[in-house]
């Protein structure tokens, strides 16, 4: 079966920068769209960038504009989340997921596929 793995998170202070990694063992993740979603402690997960295939298309929250990056690099076959100018609200269990097509993952429909998570905390 083929999985998500998610790292890169930690403790980060307001002001500073992660970069997340998202990669998947037996399926080439050029092919389709991956997104990167968070959820805060009580509350629902939100959409933050997702990927589209070979990367032709970014799309952003309007939260993380201007200070997320996502991209995809082939031969790795991995999909990073860049982030930068973090905040206390970026705070959250971040997850990759995907639908395993071309079109951007949707958090609430059993087609989606989900890495583990990995924590970011923004705090001085």
């Known amino acids: 079966q083929v999985q998500l793995v998610e790292s890169g998170g930690g403790l980060v202070q307001p002001g500073g920068s992660l970069r997340l990694s998202c990669t998947a063992s037996g399926a080439t993740l050029d092919y389709y769209a991956i997104g990167w979603f968070r959820q805060a402690p009580g509350k629902e997960h939100e959409g933050v960038s997702c990927i589209s295939p070979y990367g032709r298309s970014t799309h952003y929250a309007d939260s993380v504009k201007g200070r997320f990056t996502i991209s995809g690099v082939s031969r790795e076959n991995t999909v990073y989340l860049q982030m930068n100018s973090l905040k206390p609200e970026d705070t959250g269990v971040y997850y990759c997921?995907?639908?395993?097509?071309?079109?951007?993952?949707?958090?609430?429909?059993?087609?989606?596929?989900w890495g583990q998570g990995t924590q970011v905390t923004v705090s001085s």
């Open positions: 997921a995907t639908e395993w097509s071309s079109g951007c993952p949707r958090a609430g429909t059993a087609l989606t596929s």
